[in-house]
């Protein structure tokens, strides 16, 4: 398989400036010395940072490849994004997800204009599936992890990040199939080789996280709530990229996981789905690998839902988080800067 580049990332920016602004970087003092930076995907179209990737997918096809269409399978922000791009260059998109999917999810990529096939009890069954489709109908099959369009369109995230914050210490990354701690290694390497890229995954769903150390990609129990983080499998492509870049990978529990959505909700007031707090999870959960340095924190999506947002404001409201600001004095942190 090809392996993205610098270039390709470059290539792809130029693709998505008709489609998409820069997202916010915030910094916040933090605790331990910590000069903590939130870059914002939440804010995305479709609330995550996916749709970067998708976009530069479609931009990159032909007429004729568009004109037949996309295919893909997930339970979550993956297809939102896919159903997004396909709708923005009028391709038509089938996503497969597992029988009886998260209602609010299914909605989201109907009402995107995609059509939704359920099928399978669980990704695995949706995915072979999905293959069975795309080789009937022509469709252009979309991995989740093995996509090397869809690691440079996610790379523009970081491109963003070294410009907005040229002089980070390391940059946080939660990892399902390991696209964006991929972009973030290609994107690190090429402008801020100083700049550690750490990798988090949930003890929960360790595919990655174990593929890196083993160095091999290898298959693991997938038991995560937090869905852009459940992946069994890991990705050969991300993988390699990994291997030669990554500094380090740490794993968080689904505690810390809750714990840092609170967080954020109470002291940043942004809405983090799971994988989108599962960075500052890393941080939280090992304060003495950052202390005193400008750490980046990945929020890459937002799409809680309702049962999720109640869950994380009664774990907040039973346990309070170890939660010190730049005062040191529980008052909420003072923004410091607001970068573009
Ligand atoms: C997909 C996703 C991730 C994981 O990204 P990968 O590129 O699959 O490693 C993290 N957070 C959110 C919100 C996601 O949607």
Redesign the pocket.
């Known amino acids: 398989m090809r392996l993205p580049t610098i270039t390709d990332t470059l290539r792809a920016r130029r693709l998505l400036a008709a489609h998409l602004a820069p997202t916010p970087l915030r910094v916040h003092p933090w605790a331990d010395g910590v000069t903590l930076h939130v870059k914002r995907?939440?804010v995305q179209p479709v609330?995550?940072?996916?749709v970067r990737?998708g976009l530069t997918l479609l931009a990159g096809m032909s007429p004729a490849e568009r004109a037949r269409g996309v295919l893909g399978y997930s339970t979550?922000?993956?297809a939102q994004s896919l159903a997004y791009a396909a709708a923005r260059f009028g391709a038509p998109c089938t996503i497969v997800m597992p029988e009886r999917p998260n209602p609010a999810k299914a909605a989201a990529v109907r009402a995107l204009g995609a059509e939704l096939v359920e099928h399978g009890a669980a990704l695995e069954q949706a995915s072979a599936h999905a293959a069975e489709l795309a080789a009937r109908t022509g469709k252009r099959l979309v991995s989740?992890?093995d996509e090397p369009e869809?690691v440079a369109g996610?790379a523009t995230a970081y491109l963003e990040l070294f410009e907005q914050a040229p002089d980070l210490d390391a940059v946080v990354?939660?990892?399902?199939?390991?696209?964006?701690?991929?972009?973030a290694c290609l994107v690190a390497a090429a402008v801020a080789p100083g700049c550690r890229v750490v990798a988090v995954q949930s003890a929960a769903s360790p595919a990655?996280h174990d593929s890196w150390r083993g160095g091999e990609p290898v298959a693991r129990p997938n038991r995560i709530i937090?869905?852009?983080?459940a992946?069994g499998t890991g990705f050969a492509l991300?993988q390699e990229i990994m291997r030669a870049h990554l500094a380090d990978f740490l794993l968080v529990d689904h505690a810390g996981i809750t714990r840092a959505q609170w967080t954020m909700l109470r002291d940043l007031h942004v809405l983090a789905?799971g994988?989108?707090a599962?960075a500052l999870a890393a941080v939280l959960t090992h304060p003495e690998r950052f202390a005193g340095q400008r750490v980046a924190v990945?929020c890459?999506?937002?799409?809680a839902g309702e049962a999720e947002i109640r869950r994380v404001v009664d774990v907040g409201r039973t346990r309070p988080p170890r939660t010190v600001t730049g005062a040191g004095d529980g008052r909420a942190p003072r923004v410091a800067r607001a970068l573009p």
Do not use: C, I, Q, R
């Open positions: 995907e939440d609330g995550a940072f996916k990737g979550g922000n993956h989740a992890g869809l996610v990354v939660p990892v399902g199939g390991g696209s964006g701690a991929a972009a990655a937090a869905e852009g983080l992946t991300p789905e994988a989108g599962a990945m890459t999506g937002g799409n």
